[in-house]
Each structure stands twice: as structure tokens, then as C-alpha cells.
């Protein structure tokens, strides 16, 4: 019996994924903030597919509060998801200590903390895998959201020693690198429309990446490319291209 767990399962990505997998056969444990959020999604899914679905909440930013939710998991799950994110304006972020300081817990620390703890199980059962959603951001610091592509960079690298401890293990460690998607949290945004991924689609890559057992991913795959090449711009040239917010 295959189980899921999705933490930040109210984000529009995790909310594909969840169908996907649900539809896939696989039993679901959703992690919130508030289970008022999801119950709908959760009984939807149970009702269309027929699978298990639990609803937990969490705060990601409590280290209690991720060791007790894990340790109620029975049985414990084949694959763990994380879609905490917190994107903050740039403006206001660099003028606040509050906003930057959450941007790096929300994106880093809480979600580090919490795989700290799914790590120490999978690699104890030698198996499972743990999918990790980073961003492009982290590739490279830019002066329209630094803040905010710094805690993601942070949470790369964190992923990729991760994967290094984990592998000789048989533990499989998937980084998601999404570009620009259609969420809420990007609602309101002036993004290049042709770059811009829906939900689904990102959700199908995932799904595909942790089948074929994928190191990292780049959401839609041209991104691979985009970044590529911005990091290959001299940092002289790169700073003079800057963009201020």
C-alpha cells in the first residue's frame, strides 16, 4: 500500500500532483497549515479514485510540530513532496528585517527541518524518495528577488547533500527547479506569458521525474537552458543587466 505525503498541499502544484498520484493509485497524506483548506480536495480524491486520504495540519516552521505529524504516519510513506514557498516583494523585503527573515525560514529552514526528519526514517527503511521544490531563482542572485532566490539557492544546495547521504542508501532525493508558473502566488506579477507553466504541467514533469528517478528537474525543460545561460553572463555584465524593484 503506497503511501504519499504532500506538505503544502493547498499550492496549486501540489494540488495537481495530488491528483495525479491519487489517480495513480496511490493512498494520501496532505499537510496544511489549516485542514479547512483541503478537506474538500482530500474527500473528492477519496471519492474519485478510491484511495485513503488523510488530512494532518502543520506549521513548517515548528520542528516539534514536524517531528509529531511524521511520527503519527502509519504506515509511513513511500515518497514525501514539499511545496512550502513564501515569494515576498522584493522592495518590501530588503526594507524589512520580518519579511526577509520569514522568506528564508519559509523556504529553507522549515522545510529542511522537516525533511531532517524524513531522511532519518527513509534512510533507516533504505528506500522511499523525497521531492523537493526549489526554483530557477536559486540559480543565480538577481536584483528583482534576491531574497527570495537566495533562500531557494540555499534549499538546492540542501537538497543535493541530501541526495549525496542518501543514495548509497536507495533513498531517491528529486530537486524541482519550476520557471514561471500560473499560482496564486505569482497572481498579479508581469510574467512573459510564453514562459509561464500551468499547475498541470508542472505536475506531469514531477510525476515523470520521480518515475524515472530524476536528480533534478527543470519545469517546463526549456528552463534547463534559460538558466544555462544566465549563468554563464560574467558577473560584470550580469550586474549592468540588473533590473531593480
Not at 521544490?133 to 532566490?149: E, K, L, P, T, W
Not at 532525493?173 to 499547475?199: C, H, N, Q, Y
Amino acid at each position: 500500500m503506497r503511501y504519499m505525503l504532500i506538505v503544502g498541499a493547498t499550492s496549486d502544484m501540489a494540488r495537481a500532483l495530488a491528483e495525479l498520484y491519487a489517480a495513480d493509485g496511490w493512498n494520501l497524506y496532505l499537510a496544511v497549515r489549516h485542514a479547512e483548506d483541503i478537506d474538500p480536495l482530500a474527500r473528492d480524491l477519496k471519492l474519485r479514485f478510491g484511495i485513503d486520504t488523510k488530512v494532518f495540519e502543520l506549521d513548517i516552521l515548528s520542528y516539534q510540530d514536524s517531528e509529531n505529524l511524521y511520527r503519527k504516519l502509519d504506515p509511513k510513506p513511500s515518497a514525501v513532496a514539499v511545496f512550502v514557498g513564501y515569494m515576498p516583494d522584493q522592495a518590501r523585503a530588503q526594507k524589512s528585517i520580518k519579511e526577509t527573515v520569514r522568506t528564508i525560514r519559509v523556504n529553507l529552514e522549515g522545510p529542511a527541518c522537516f525533511l531532517n526528519v524524513v531522511a532519518e526514517d527513509m534512510e533507516h527503511r533504505g528506500e522511499g524518495c523525497i521531492i523537493g521544490v526549489s526554483s530557477v531563482a536559486g540559480d543565480r542572485g538577481r536584483a528583482s528577488n534576491y531574497i527570495y532566490g537566495s533562500a531557494k539557492a540555499g534549499f538546492t544546495a540542501y537538497l543535493s547533500g541530501l541526495r549525496a547521504r542518501l543514495y548509497p542508501k536507495g533513498v531517491h532525493v528529486l530537486t524541482v527547479k519550476p520557471g514561471f508558473v500560473r499560482t496564486r502566488m505569482t497572481e498579479g506579477l508581469d510574467l512573459p506569458g510564453f514562459l509561464v507553466a500551468s499547475p498541470e504541467r508542472v505536475a506531469k514533469d514531477i510525476y515523470r521525474a520521480h518515475k524515472k528517478r530524476k536528480d533534478v528537474l527543470y519545469t517546463p525543460w526549456f528552463w534547463r537552458l534559460i538558466m544555462l545561460v544566465i549563468r554563464s553572463i560574467p558577473e560584470g555584465i550580469f550586474k549592468r543587466l540588473a533590473k531593480n524593484p
